[in-house]
């Protein structure tokens, strides 16, 4: 199943700065090629305050909620706060937990947006405020849906909201492989971190990603697998300084399924990161992520 994103039933923020209409064309893309049927989508309704607050400072999520936060903060996040924002955050992180539950279900499920790891426990930063995959994670364990939990964090910033939330949180291991000339320029430790040279190629990050899942998998043995696969890794993106290709980018999906796939464990996966200049480019990249689940998990 696949989380629906909420934008698309709202005008797109007009202060924008941020490629948010790749969500729904996202969606669009994904119908029009086949790859899935429309009752594939569900919408997921808005969070509650007791899941968001798993994770985040009840003041935190009482002053997102109530358009109260700080200025420093709102600089932090990039956007300017809105009824329209807010609504939207509560909503995809609703779909990643909802998310989480369908792929305990069916193995593997999406969300159209999501991948929010940027924001901490008591602050957002970089366009996230909500931590999607962090509060679903807590969520699980807190519902005993899931023992131990692994995050893996392919997007090419960083997951340093998620690193702080679970540092002393033994049951949930967070890998983050990111480039090292990359905001945040100050990173966080995450329990395995990658940190890559400018232009790193295919070939360099695809050896180093299937030597370290392997040995992640192994000895963490996670019964829940949650993936950000942002697609800020390639080379065409304004602001990642990697240099993967399309395909090597899918290749890189492939590594994280067949792991999950192999071992029969569970994975929700939320889009994160993608800012190549043409859209076309971004949209081709998120679909293949799509497609290669499809034929990995013979869906
Ligand atoms: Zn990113």
New binding site residues.
């Given amino acids: 199943m696949i989380a629906f994103d909420p934008i698309y039933t709202y005008p797109v923020p007009e202060n924008h700065r941020f490629p948010m209409e790749k969500y729904a064309l996202l969606h669009e893309q994904l119908l029009w090629e086949g790859v899935v049927q429309k009752q594939d989508f569900f919408s997921p309704k808005k969070v509650s305050f007791a899941s968001a607050t798993l994770v985040h400072s009840p003041q935190y999520v009482k002053d997102f909620i109530g358009l109260t936060l700080d200025e420093r903060t709102r600089i932090h996040i990039g956007f300017i706060q809105s009824q329209q924002l807010v609504d939207r955050e509560l909503t995809l992180v609703q779909g990643t937990i909802d998310g989480a539950l369908y792929a305990l279900e069916d193995g593997i499920a999406f969300n159209i947006a999501g991948g929010t790891h940027h924001a901490y426990s008591n602050r957002g930063e970089g366009f996230c405020m909500l931590n999607d995959q962090a509060i679903a994670a807590a969520y699980l364990l807190q519902y005993r849906k899931a023992k131990r939990i692994l995050i893996i964090d392919l ?3 960083q997951g340093n909201g998620t690193a702080e939330i679970f540092s002393h949180t033994p049951e949930v291991f967070t890998f983050s492989m990111h480039a090292k000339g990359n905001y945040p320029f100050v990173k966080e430790q995450s329990d395995m971190d990658i940190e890559l040279e400018d232009k790193t190629t295919d070939t360099v990050y695809l050896s180093l990603l299937k030597e370290a899942l392997t040995k992640l998998f192994e000895k963490h043995q996670p019964d829940f697998v949650f993936y950000q696969s ?1 697609v ?1 890794v390639l080379e065409s993106d304004k ?1 990642g300084k990697l240099n993967l290709s399309i395909e090597g980018c899918a290749e890189r999906d492939k590594l994280v399924f067949e792991q999950c796939k192999k071992r029969q464990i569970p994975i929700q996966c939320s889009m ?2 993608g800012y190549s200049p043409r859209l076309s480019i971004i949209l081709t990249a998120h679909t293949n992520t799509f497609k290669v689940a499809k034929r990995v998990f013979d869906i």
């Fill in positions: 997007d090419v910033h942002g800020d602001l994160g990161g």
